[in-house]
């Protein structure tokens, strides 16, 4: 079975700051990969997905991600953040198959200072 | 507004109460997924449909849980008999368009409805 480990449960920063959130997954064969964010009061959102192709991905509002295989990690960055991007973020593997069900992180709690 | 929606969007009951929670997909989505979530943690997956036939079940689905999807559209999930442990946020998610790759699986979420069991 497949799991998703986010380091960080509440990570606090000053605007501009940079930020980088960790993910690391275990699952033994070739997976779809994706960030959640869910802003209070709405519901989850795609950030960024990736399938296959370049590691390196971009998604919406300046957040790319990076898949290393090795370490089965597919960390979340973005060079400077802002305080709109306060929210909670999930990390969610599912496997390359038909059936997709996700599996997902316990999410982080991203805090920006204005 | 063509995404997942859910209703009701809020539901208190009192423990032994039974409750049913609906969702509408995305129309061309063939995949609907529930999962619940509570607080300080991810969603957890709970079953999953493609077309009307549900092909997983979660150990966290007990057998006070079933959901259905009798037409390929909508969903619906009962608890019968509420525990107080029941308390959560149920999510719906649909992926799948017919002219999807196979691992073309993102999921668009609804936004959930917010189970309370007193």
Redesign the interface.
């Known amino acids: 079975a497949q799991s ?1 480990s986010q380091h960080n449960h509440h990570v606090i920063l000053s605007e501009a700051a940079s930020l980088e959130l960790g993910c690391n997954y275990s699952y033994g064969g ?1 997976v ?1 990969l ?1 960030w ?1 964010v869910q802003y209070p009061g ?5 950030l960024l ?1 990736y ?1 296959s192709g370049d590691p390196l991905v971009k998604g919406i509002k300046g957040f790319e991600a990076e898949f290393i295989k090795s370490k089965f990690s597919f960390n979340l960055r973005k060079p400077s953040v802002q305080w709109s991007d306060t929210a909670e973020y ?1 990390c ?1 593997v ?1 496997p ?12 982080t709690t991203l805090t920006v200072k204005p | 507004d063509t995404g997942v929606s859910q209703d009701p969007r809020h539901k208190i009951t009192k423990r032994g109460q039974n409750v049913t929670f609906r969702c509408d997909p995305i129309s061309e989505h063939n995949r609907l997924y529930w999962y619940r979530q509570t607080l300080g943690q991810g969603p957890e997956f709970l079953t999953y449909f493609q077309n009307e036939a549900q092909l997983e079940k979660s150990r966290l689905l007990s057998d006070r849980f079933s959901a259905e999807r009798p037409k390929g559209s909508f969903s619906t999930l009962e608890i019968q008999r509420t525990e107080q442990g029941d308390s959560a946020m149920y999510l719906c998610a649909s992926s799948g368009r017919t002219s999807g790759r196979i691992g073309d699986n993102e999921q668009f979420f609804g936004p959930g409805t917010r189970l309370t069991v007193l």
């Open positions: 998703v070739t779809n994706f959640y709405q519901h989850l959102q795609l997905k399938f999930f969610a599912n390359n198959t038909n059936a997709g069900k996700s599996t997902f992180g316990d999410g």
